[in-house]
C-alpha cells in the first residue's frame, strides 16, 4: 500500500509547533524500510507491531509489503490524522488484528507492558516548558514509578526522551525499536540517561544520519537521526549509516568503549577522524599542556528582556557624544537628545555580528544598569518614560513588574559575566571565523557569549585556532547542517591550554598542528 499524499497534507489541519507533527519524510521512510528489510523473519512475521505516535500512520503503512503482523497497534492524540490512520492501517493489514486509538500515548502505552516484538515510530519533540505543569509532574511521577527515574538525566527531559522510554516498556526481550530522534538526543544533558539505557538494555544494531537534508521529518529543518536497536542484546558492534544515493554503510563501532568526548557526542561518530582527534586531545591532557576549565570558569552572559531598551545604541536611540561623566542619546527617529549619567551604563559585547575582529579595543555598547531604589531623573528620566510609552521595555516589566528596571543590575552583580575572554554560544563554521573575543579591559556580554575567568589572551588564540574549529567540527553540536551550538558542559569538556604553556609554548603549537593535521 505504501505511503498517500493525502497523510502529509493532513498535517495541515493541526497545530504542528503544539504537538510536533512533523510526520517522517519520504527520507527517513526509505530508511526504515531499509531496516526493517534487515530484520530476520521471526521479527517481521506473526509479531505485534506498535507506532505508538502514530500520527496518520505513514510509517505503518509503508512497511505493510515487508511485515506480517498478528496485531498491529497505534495511538494518535490528534483527531483528524487519527480518523485517516485508522482507515489506511486497517486497509493496508487486511489480515491482522488492528487496534488503532485515539488519545496521549503516555496514558495509553502503559498497558502493553512487554507485549510488543516491533516498533517504528517518529516521537514528538516539543518543549518541556510548553507543557502544563500539572501534566509534566504527572509524566514524571509516571516513568519514575515505572522505573525510569535513573534514566531521567533533568527535571526537563523533552517528550522525545520519555518517548523512547514509553517504547522501553512496551518491547518485549527481543523486541526491535526502530526511531526518528532529534540529533540533540545524542549530545545534550537530557539525553545522558537515554543513552545509558540504550548501553545497558540494547544491542544498538544500527545509527543513520540523512546526507540529502539535515532532517527525516517533513517540515522539519532540526538534525535528526534513526536508530535501530534490539532489546535484551549485549552486542558488541553498531552500524553506521548515512542517506546519500541510497543508504551507505560507514562503519562499525563499540558505543561501549568510546571515548569520552566521543561518547559526550554520538554525532561525532560519523565525523572522520574523530575518536583519533580525541585521543590526540587526551594525549595533550596527560602531557600537562592543556586542562579542563572548572564550572565556576565559565559564566554565560546576561538576559535582557527588552534589548531594543536595556541596550545602547539600539534601534531607536544613537549615540550622539560621550562627555566625560555622561553619554547623550539621540532618539533616531525624533532628533531629541537625553543625557544619561556614565555610571548607568556598563560597557558591553552585544553580539558576535558586530565584532570582525578577535581583539575588542571597543565593545561599542552599553548596558542599562539601574540599581533597585533609586528614582530616575533628568534624562534617564526621559529614557524610562520613553521606554515605557513606547512599549520597548515591555517584555522586562511584564516578566518583573515593579523591579523591572533593575533586572539587568541584579544579574550582573549575581552572575558577575565580567572578563576578558568571551567565547559565542553559536555559529556557522562554514562562514565565521572568529569563535572568541579578547578584550584588554574587562566588560560584560549578553547570553550570545560565555566569559571565562581566565583572561589569558592565549585562550582567544587557543579558541579561534584551526586545532579548535577541528574539534568543534568533529564534535560540536549540530543543530542545522552549518550551524553548531556551544554550552557549557562542551567548554568544560573540551580542554584548553594550562599555565604550562607559558612555560613550553613551542610544544602547545606542535600540539595545536598534530590537532589540525587529523581533523583536516
Known amino acids: 500500500m505504501g505511503v498517500t499524499g493525502e497523510q502529509y497534507e493532513v498535517q495541515r489541519l493541526v497545530d504542528r509547533e503544539a504537538t510536533s507533527s512533523y510526520y517522517t519524510s519520504p527520507d527517513g521512510v526509505e530508511v526504515v524500510r531499509a531496516l526493517v528489510s534487515q530484520l530476520p523473519g521471526e521479527l517481521r512475521q506473526g509479531v505485534v507491531l506498535a507506532d505508538p505516535f502514530m500520527g496518520s500512520g505513514v510509517l505503518l503503512t509503508s512497511i505493510n509489503d515487508l511485515v506480517r503482523p498478528s496485531k498491529v497497534i497505534g495511538f494518535e492524540i490528534n483527531e483528524a490524522p487519527y480518523e485517516l490512520g485508522r482507515r489506511l492501517v486497517s486497509q493496508a493489514y487486511p489480515g491482522s488484528e488492528v487496534d488503532v486509538r485515539r488519545g496521549d500515548a503516555f496514558e495509553l502505552g502503559w498497558r502493553l507492558r512487554g507485549s510488543v516484538d516491533l516498533v517504528v515510530t517518529n516521537p514528538p519533540f516539543v518543549r518541556w516548558s510548553r507543557l502544563q505543569e500539572a501534566y509534566r509532574g504527572r509524566l514524571l511521577r509516571r516513568f519514575e514509578a515505572g522505573g525510569y527515574g535513573k534514566h531521567i538525566s533533568r527535571r526537563d527531559p523533552g517528550l522525545h526522551i520519555l518517548g523512547l522510554m514509553l517504547v522501553d516498556s512496551m518491547l518485549r526481550d527481543g523486541g526491535v525499536v526502530i526511531s526518528v530522534l532529534p540529533a540533540s538526543t545524542f549530545y545534550t544533558d537530557q539525553g545522558e540517561g537515554l543513552k545509558r539505557l540504550l548501553r545497558e538494555r540494547y544491542e544498538v544494531l544500527a545509527l543513520v544520519e540523512n546526507g540529502r537534508s539535515p532532517s527525516f521529518s517533513d517540515g522539519s529543518g532540526f538534525r ?53 582527534l580525541a585521543r590526540k586531545v587526551e594525549e595533550g591532557v596527560r602531557s600537562g599542556l592543556l586542562r579542563y576549565l572548572r564550572e565556576d570558569e565559565v559564566v554565560r552572559g546576561v538576559e535582557m528582556y527588552g534589548p531594543e531598551f536595556f541596550f545602547i545604541p539600539n534601534r531607536y536611540w544613537s549615540i550622539a557624544r560621550e562627555d566625560g561623566g555622561a553619554v547623550v542619546l539621540r532618539n533616531r527617529l525624533t532628533g531629541n537628545e537625553v543625557e544619561v549619567p556614565r555610571r548607568y551604563l556598563v560597557p558591553c559585547l552585544r553580539r558576535p555580528s558586530a565584532y570582525r575582529s578577535p581583539v575588542v579595543e571597543d565593545p561599542g555598547f552599553y548596558a542599562l544598569s539601574v540599581p533597585p531604589g533609586e528614582r530616575p531623573e533628568g534624562g534617564l528620566k526621559d529614557y524610562v518614560d520613553w521606554g515605557v510609552q513606547s512599549g520597548s521595555a515591555a517584555q522586562a516589566v511584564k ?122
Open 399 to 520: 516578566a518583573f513588574g515593579n523591579g523591572w528596571l533593575s533586572h539587568l543590575w541584579r544579574q550582573l552583580r549575581s552572575k558577575s559575566p565580567f572578563g576578558h575572554v568571551f567565547i559565542r554560544d553559536k555559529l556557522d563554521l562554514s562562514r565565521d571565523e572568529v569563535v572568541a573575543y579578547y578584550s584588554p579591559r574587562p566588560i560584560c556580554a549578553t547570553k550570545d557569549f560565555y566569559v571565562l575567568r581566565d583572561g589569558r589572551q592565549i585562550m582567544t588564540t587557543w579558541f579561534n585556532s584551526g586545532a579548535f574549529r577541528a574539534l568543534l567540527a568533529a564534535f560540536g553540536r549540530d543543530i542545522s547542517t552549518t550551524w553548531t551550538r556551544l554550552v557549557e558542559s562542551d567548554l568544560l569538556a573540551v580542554p584548553v591550554p594550562s599555565a604550562a604553556v607559558e612555560r613550553d609554548p613551542a610544544a602547545l603549537m606542535t600540539l595545536l598542528r598534530v590537532i589540525e593535521g587529523v581533523g583536516s
Open 224 to 276: 535528526e537521526l534513526i536508530v535501530m536497536a534490539r532489546k535484551g542484546r549485549a552486542g558488541q558492534a553498531t552500524t553506521l549509516y548515512r542517506l546519500s544515493q541510497s543508504l551507505e554503510r560507514l562503519g562499525e563501532v563499540n558505543l561501549r568503549s568510546l571515548p569520552a568526548m566521543v561518547d559526550r557526542n554520538w554525532l561525532s561518530l560519523f565525523k572522520p577522524n574523530a575518536t583519533e
